[in-house]
């Protein structure tokens, strides 16, 4: 058995190749594919372009494949490629999707919502998906954490009823944010580290932040190219990725136009960065954590393990539902989810004290038995134990 360790990413080869090299000594380690044969050959699913796997299965190598691409759909490599069916084993870090379809958020130019229907691949890509999946060649690993931390389990009574919201002002996000906010749901400590983003915004953004705090006012009284048009385009405020982490200028003007809390809104765009530490401390202090990420990306990142360490329950969409993951985790047992249109979030994070603990003492047994490093690796052995007994059955 060997692995090319080649990898432009950092993730895979810290996380998950460096352990099971690490941990697995019968694992040799190679630097070019040219005349490997007759080998069980762990790599890099970026690297399995169809002509590169017509050569490696031509010399008889057994092809166990690791996909990450913060989607779950295939890496770029063999989307789109009947190729594909001949890896003989591929880890998609990631959620594995079970229908070839699920439901959008559409956000109208009055910030009305509306759930619509979207493929997750067309017809020839998911019948290689589902094929893989039939046929037991395709599995989840989770996107496990980069540091472990211990974080003290602060009791239910000693925790806010209330949701905690942090990151990057990714634009889901904000209005994840800004419809709690609409619930009453959070309060000072949900917010954005604007200020860590300041060398993306345009310059009238950028000279506001280093003079202080953005405000509404601010924003009125500036001149600023990235304001809002008066005359919106039609669908303006649909699928706005090129928001993500850039000028918060326009997300006060989308709160006012949405009715949100003046003041509220001022806190949340005007976050800074904390280290993990401070924010453990922070986090282990409520009982939910919120979030929400595109489409058929990564529905279990590294947040959500962030909350299972510290016995916080995780918020996230209905869509999480849709898809199977290891370790196993399910809806109410794991999490719990709100519809993607925000119209159930004050009755979902109604939680009582017995919900909560079952909740979050089971994803916190999930982290400590395969998430949580051991033995001075960076994964988990029980994970890496797992990982090498699916490839020992075919190979």
């Known amino acids: ?105 559409n956000i109208s130019n009055g910030c009305a919502y509306t759930l619509k229907p979207k493929s997750f691949m067309d017809a020839t890509n998911w019948d290689h998906y589902k094929t893989l999946l039939s046929e037991g060649r395709l599995h989840s690993l989770p996107y496990v954490l980069w540091e472990n931390y211990d974080v003290p389990n602060i009791s239910f009574t000693g925790r806010k009823n209330k949701v905690l919201v942090r990151g990057g002002h990714h634009y889901l996000r904000v209005h994840l944010l800004f419809n709690l906010i609409r619930y009453g749901l959070v309060d000072e400590n949900s ?26 006012d601010s924003v009125k009284n500036s001149d600023l190219s990235c304001k809002i048009p008066s005359e919106l385009p039609d669908s303006y405020f649909q699928d706005r990725g090129d928001w993500n ?88 047992e794991h999490y719990i989810a709100y519809s993607e249109d925000f119209d159930d979030l004050d009755i979902v994070c109604e939680l009582s004290e017995s919900e909560y603990r079952h909740i979050a003492d089971n994803a916190y047994d999930l982290y400590d038995k395969w998430i949580k490093r051991n033995g001075g690796y960076m994964l988990s052995t029980n994970l890496m134990d797992h990982i090498m007994q699916k490839i020992e059955k075919i190979s």
Request: proline share 3%; hydrophobic share 40%; glycine share 6%.
């Open 1 to 105: 058995m060997i692995l090319f360790n080649q990898t432009s990413n950092d993730f895979l080869r810290k996380i998950y190749f460096d352990s099971l090299i690490s941990y697995r000594k019968d694992i040799g380690v190679v630097n070019s594919l040219k005349d490997v044969k007759n080998e069980v050959v762990l790599l890099d699913a970026e690297h399995l372009k169809p002509d590169m796997i017509v050569q490696l299965k031509n010399a008889h190598n057994t092809l166990i494949a690791f996909d990450i691409n913060d989607h779950s759909s295939f890496c770029y490599s063999y989307y789109g490629s009947s190729r594909v069916l001949d890896v003989d084993m591929i880890f998609k870090v990631a959620g594995l999707q079970r229908l070839d379809h699920d439901v959008d958020l």
């Open 245 to 332: 982490n850039n000028c918060p200028s326009r997300y006060f003007e989308m709160a006012e136009l949405m009715g949100i809390d003046r003041g509220m809104v001022e806190n949340v765009l005007n976050g800074n960065y904390v280290k993990m530490f401070d924010f453990y401390n922070i986090l282990n202090k409520y009982t939910m954590y919120a979030d929400l990420k595109w489409i058929f990306s990564i529905y279990v990142p590294p947040r959500f393990w962030e909350a299972a360490t510290a016995h916080t329950v995780n918020l996230v969409p209905l869509r999480t539902m849709a898809q199977n993951y290891f370790p196993e985790m399910e809806e109410g």
């Open 191 to 216: 917010s954005f580290n604007t200020r860590g983003y300041i060398g993306q915004y345009c310059k009238g953004c950028s000279d506001i932040y280093k003079k202080g705090r953005m405000t509404l």
